[in-house]
């Protein structure tokens, strides 16, 4: 079945960078975009860009900009979500998801959540 | 503040019929579909309905979606227990260079 498995939790220093990866099984990984969203405690959900395996090709929310970075490695199916510069505002579960669809697209499905805490 | 508009919370009694609205602008639900997503406690979210009104395979047809304009609206009806979970919208926005934007996401408490 098609599945998305994320890296383990993480604690961090203020300053720091951390890195999720997320990876795929059950499709051809370079055929789907991947997002990555992420969710502060008790708060909603928040995008923060999308990645193409097959190209490398990222779009990263306006808020993130210049501290994200989407990458992947396609001879094991994983994408990898870095964030730079952590702040404790950055505690959060960070989930990536498939972009399914053609020109309608949804999300489907969801990794299982990676908690990263930052914190001095 | 999130760029789609969702009531915080809404409740049912079992077997009842409950609907979550979704509102926007002409930038995201007004040009683009709408994808509802549901988090149960504790989970990661999961695809309920996908462009406006269709259930992927496995989700049961008491879950219904619809827009109409810049709003849109999430309807469950014989209410159960186990529906009681977070609820979020999202659309694609067309404004900048295009960004995926969610509700702030109802809580729905079955009573």
């Known amino acids: 079945q098609v599945q998305l498995v994320q890296s383990g939790a993480e604690v961090k220093k203020p300053g720091a960078s951390v890195k999720v990866s997320c990876k795929a099984s059950?499709?051809?990984?370079?055929?789907?975009?991947i997002n990555w969203v992420r969710q502060a405690t008790g708060q909603g959900l928040e995008w923060m860009g999308w990645m193409n395996p097959n190209s490398g090709n990222t779009g990263y929310a306006q808020k993130f900009q210049g501290r994200v970075t989407m990458t992947r490695n396609t001879s094991i199916s994983t994408a990898y979500m870095e964030l730079s510069s952590l702040r404790s505002e950055d505690t959060a579960v960070y989930y990536c998801?498939?972009?399914?669809?053609?020109?309608?697209?949804?999300?489907?499905?969801w990794g299982q959540g990676t908690l990263v805490t930052v914190s001095s | 503040q999130s760029v789609l508009t969702q009531p915080p919370s809404a409740s049912g009694t079992p077997g009842q019929r409950v609907t979550i609205s979704c509102s926007g602008s002409s930038s995201n639900i007004g040009s683009n579909t709408v994808n509802w997503y549901q988090q149960l406690p504790g989970t990661a979210p999961k695809l309920l309905i996908y462009?406006?009104?269709q259930r992927p395979s496995g989700v049961p047809d008491r879950f219904s979606g619809s827009k109409s304009g810049t709003s849109a609206s999430l309807a469950i009806s014989g209410l159960q227990s186990e529906d009681e979970a977070d609820y979020y919208c999202?659309?694609?926005?067309?404004?900048?260079?295009?960004?995926?934007?969610f509700g702030g996401g109802t809580k729905l408490t079955v009573l």
């Open positions: 462009s406006n009104n």
């Open positions: 059950g499709y051809t990984f370079t055929s789907y975009d």
């Open positions: 998801a498939r972009e399914d669809g053609d020109s309608i697209n949804w999300f489907d499905p």
């Open positions: 999202a659309a694609w926005d067309d404004s900048l260079n295009g960004s995926w934007v």
